[in-house]
């Protein structure tokens, strides 16, 4: 036993052990991706991409009959998709009589060659293009048969780097996309050089600056949370021991100083742990107050919260038996204080959960699934925890309140007036009618609570009781969510009204229109040098608000983006690219009317920025631009700019949202509306407001009537979806609770193994209840998934057919219309139309721009050499998203393989769609260009449709959850009982008396297993009648030896005497008769004995 002992703390120690080894590993790891060696991983990994490309691209150089079919076109489908799919681009220029040269193959339309110079030597350079930087392989190419002057350009990609980075087109190196967060290529030496594969020097590397408030080395900061949860598995067994030693309350009182200790160290000492560089503690996502100082400040607090209240519930709540202080009246004062108490915390809870939803940037709106995020999956998560938490803190509470409240009456009427006085307290009418419901469920909720006799409240948690908590909790934070989610829209629906008001509203934006006309180009013309030198710059701009009065009543927030005249950023404060800001103003911003030189752009539904552009020339040429954006401060706080790479995809605008529509009344006359929604031409005297902000409900849609002035309405309308929003929620927080729940089960499991790994069972203390509702709700989860994902594919699969369809029907009606004006106008010559005329261009133009508008849709036509000749989406090709060639797998199916029509996948970067290619033909079926559709907004639609159907799957599945609950919960009850009444009569049954026999009526296997119980019932009472014969026959063996030896005791005496006196008479000895009298009374006595025996045996039996 000693031995034990001496042995048992080294499971604590070594927790400890371990949490410190990986701290100093931590250490290591993040010297290492911070130093020389992470760098050298990186280069030797992008070192072996390059010379993995270099010798492939000199492999298929040397192989002259695959060069001479591209060439020609004339390569089989294996042999160009074979070419296809390398990683770098193929580019094969043919020398012509004019300087324009002729691109007679390709392999990629998202790399753009330089032009062609057939005079420059072959070899390897590494040069930056418009949309990246690459290593380029220029080789001259002699072909068997061929007199013309060919030259191959192989162009590796190293680093995509586009004019305007988004999250479709983000800057990323090509071999790996994670290595953009540890490398970049330097303008200088350094001592990390990729070479050629013949030696050749093409470029340096150099490590990207490490932040400490970023996320660049997840490696460490996984293995410091791992070192952090070894250490809390540790405390929690020092805990236990406490326990063991001191008693419960000590225990829960250390566990509770050492969280708090261990809390504050994490708030003065973030760095520790590195928890400050996840995302999830970033303050601009949730923060509170200084406790709950983010979202991820909230999890750690619910969870050190959660494991003290489950704590003190399984060490002190199941004890009956109270504190010997509390006596008498004490305990009456016990539990008005826990009532106060339940009181306080329900309605810091709720104010918790309304916080969480109306004031924080993460989106509890559950009908967009793709509109949810990470952060949305840990508020749930959090929610329920804190439910829970709160679920078994009250229950503790209840162990003082009912003693001191044993009328229930009198404990309802307590909580009601305590909770009004409460209330009454408080201050702010919005709070009162806020916690006016709260105090009413509480009520509710003390009601159930306080029966202690349902099955619902039992200590031991059962599987009804846990579907029943989670059913009443889940539709208690539905209704909480949904009402601060109304209040929250609500909230941005009144600042929609008010932008909407300002933006048709000119003199709103005159004052800055005026501040504007300041900077003359004059002015900047004789001021532009000073913002290359400091403090020159920040002086200057500063003066730009101040003196010309862009700061006007502190209305606006202002930035100035100064660029020279290649675009490059002069001294500006943040890391906005000319090409960012230049896209926001030309493609996405709108012109405010009656200003030619003011621009507005909408950074969301409800806000938006004032942005305009002054170029600086001095007598010719331009030496810089100015950006000046301005934000209203009414409406935000800085100026948010999201670039976007497609005007008409702009989520920001609400002529593009599937829930918002708006109308602008003046004089009682719509003059502005969306087309989503039928508004009233006209107003009548009843429809006008009295009040600044009206809400109506109208045939299932909210209104929101903003009046801005007596004449001028603003009315913005939004689709009601309450019931399949309020069921949503309810799915989402059910299955929240039934994922908590499982993870708290799983964190008690593993906390036995880490106290006693040897007696730890995972299904030995599982009970059949148990085995057949997880059973059974394992199989509704498990189908779920499958059928989810079964029927997903099949959705995306149908929607692709029918999108395809769609786009089909549009691309062959628009090259019908096309080929209709082509031939009106007279455009082919020769089958061939003459694209650089200006007559042919302007009939295009019209018309594309025509289609474009009509259908929604970007249009291109390319001539028959796959050359880009009229596009209604200019900006794309121009700023090297493509290029100015067809993409190369449709130009081989419509050119060399001759197919009228060809339908794929394609992408720009990381943005997937849908693309149609149509040859349009003359009246001879002759083909002169191509036409094609792409159909960017495909992702986009098919992502809303997925949305809207795995939130109806999510609230079937749920409430399958539901239901195969309460199914399991009757079916183990039924199967249970049965088996105590088996039980019951097994333990009644008894030797020497009759036991009963079970009637059953219905044959399953539960009437087998009675059968056989009869029948070892019938057994065992004719094994006891046998027992019972055994043992008489017994008896009377017995008897018989015992009677046979009384009997044999008397003879012996009357023999011997017999033989003694029948001796003495054969020897004639002279005391015969002495003898002979001596020898009668001696068969006397003995006679006597045996009538003795005898009678007593005839009286036995």
Known sequence: MKRFLAHSHFPRRSLLVAASLLFLLSVIT????????????????????????????????????????????????????????????????????????????????????????????????????????????????????????????????????????????????????????????????????????????????????????????????????????????????????????????????????????????????????????????DPQVYASDFVNRSLGDLLVNAIFLCWVILYSWNSLGPIKKMPSFLKGSRIIVAGIGAVFLLIFTTFQLANIIYDLVANSKISFDVTNFFGLSIYTAFGFLILALLLLTYYYFSRLLFRFILLAFPNLLHLYFAVAVVGLVFLTIRTGDLIVLFHLPVLAWLVFYTLLLSQEQLIINRLRITIAGMLFWVFIFSLTLAILIMQANQDKEWRER???????????????????????????????????????????????????????SLGYANSYNTNFFVFDQSGRPINNTESRTFEELNNILEVQSKPISGSARLNYYETSFDQFIYITKREVYDTTNLIGTLFIVSAPKHFQTSNDLYPNIFKRDDPNNIENSPYYSYGIYRNNKLVQNSSSYPFS????????????????????????????????????????????????????????????????????????????????????????????????????????????????????????????????RTASGAVKEMERRVNEAGLLSNNVINFSDSTSAFVLRNVIREISDVHGLIVNVYDLTGNLRVTSAQEIYQKGLLSFKMHPNAYFNMHTLQKVQRVQDENINQYEYQSIYIAMRNSNGDTYAYMNVPSLTSQIELNQEISNFIVTIINLNAF??????????????????????????????????????????????????????????????????????????????????????????????????????????????????????????????????????????????
């Not at 009144?494 to 004052?511: G, H, N, S």
């Not at 002015?523 to 920040?538: D, I, V």
């Not at 009668?1080 to 036995?1100: C, G, N, P, R, Y």
Request: with cysteine; proline share 3%; net charge positive.
């Open 681 to 808: 031409t006209v107003l009548t005297t009843t429809d006008v407001p009295k009040d600044e902000f009206t809400r109506r409900e109208k045939e299932g849609f909210s209104e929101l009537w903003y009046k801005a002035s007596n004449n001028k309405l603003v009315v913005i309308a939004k689709k009601k979806d309450s019931f399949i929003e309020s069921v949503t929620l309810f799915s989402y927080l059910f299955c929240a609770f039934l994922f908590m729940v499982g993870i708290i089960r799983t964190v008690s499991f593993i906390g036995r193994i880490a106290r006693d790994w040897r007696s730890a069972n995972l299904l030995g203390g599982v009970s059949i209840r148990t085995q057949i509702h997880g059973t059974i709700i394992f199989i509704s989860f498990l189908s779920f998934i499958v059928i989810g994902a079964a029927t997903i594919s099949f959705f995306v699969v149908r929607y692709h057919r029918n999108n395809l369809d769609r786009l089909s």
């Open 494 to 548: 009144k600042a929609i009204a008010e932008k909407y008001e300002q933006l048709t509203e000119p003199t709103k934006e005159k004052t800055l229109s005026v501040a504007l006309s300041f900077l003359t180009s004059d002015f900047l013309k004789a001021n532009f040098s000073r913002f290359y030198r400091e403090p020159e710059n920040s002086l200057l701009r500063d003066s730009f608000i101040n003196i010309n």
């Open 30 to 281: 993040a010297w290492f991706f911070q130093s020389k060696p992470s760098i050298t991983i990186q280069q030797k990994a992008l070192q072996e991409y390059v010379t993995n490309q270099q010798q492939d691209v000199v492999k298929t150089l040397a192989d002259t009959a695959l060069m001479r079919k591209l060439v020609l076109h004339a390569e089989s489908k294996d042999e160009f998709d074979e070419i296809n799919d390398k990683k770098y681009g193929l580019f094969v220029f043919a020398e012509t009589i004019s300087e324009n040269q002729d691109l007679v193959f390709w392999n990629k339309q998202d790399i753009i060659p330089p032009t062609a110079n057939f005079s420059d030597p072959d070899g390897v350079s590494f040069r930056q293009l418009v949309n990246g930087y690459y290593i380029i392989h220029k080789t001259k190419l002699v072909l068997p048969g061929m007199s013309s002057n060919k030259v191959v350009y192989a162009l590796i990609p190293v680093l995509n780097k586009y004019y305007l980075e988004t999250q479709t087109s983000p800057t990323r190196f090509a071999h790996n996309a994670d290595a953009i967060k540890r490398i970049k290529i330097a303008d200088r030496t350094t001592e990390f050089p990729i070479v050629s594969v013949n030696g050749q020097t093409l470029f340096h590397l150099e490590p990207v600056a490490y932040y400490n408030d970023s996320l660049s080395d997840p490696v460490t900061l996984t293995i410091r949370v791992l070192a952090l949860c070894l250490i809390l598995i540790y405390l929690h067994l020092v805990i236990d021991r406490i326990k063991h030693k001191r008693g419960a309350v000590v225990a829960v009182v250390s566990l509770t100083t050492i969280l708090i200790a261990l809390r504050i160290l994490l708030f003065l000492l973030p760095g520790i742990f590195s928890l400050r560089r996840l995302s999830l503690f």
């Open 960 to 1101: 399958i959850f539901l239901i195969a609950g309460v199914i399991a919960l009757f079916i183990t009850n039924r199967i249970t009982r049965s088996f105590s009444v088996i039980g019951d009569k097994m333990k009644a049954i008894q030797l020497g008396r009759t036991n009963e026999e079970i009637v059953w009526t219905r044959k399953d296997e539960i009437g087998e297993l009675v059968q056989q119980y009869n029948k070892m019932v019938h057994q065992l009472e004719a094994s006891a009648n046998a027992l019972a014969k055994s043992e008489r026959e017994g008896a009377w063996r017995e008897m018989a030896r015992q009677v046979a030896h009384e009997i044999k005791n008397p003879l012996t005496p009357m023999k011997l005497s017999i033989q003694y006196l029948q001796r003495a008479i054969q020897t004639d000895q002279p005391n015969v008769q002495q003898l002979t009298s001596n020898v009668a009374t001696t068969l006397i006595e003995q006679i006597d004995h045996l009538s003795k025996i005898a009678a007593d045996f005839s009286q036995f039996a």
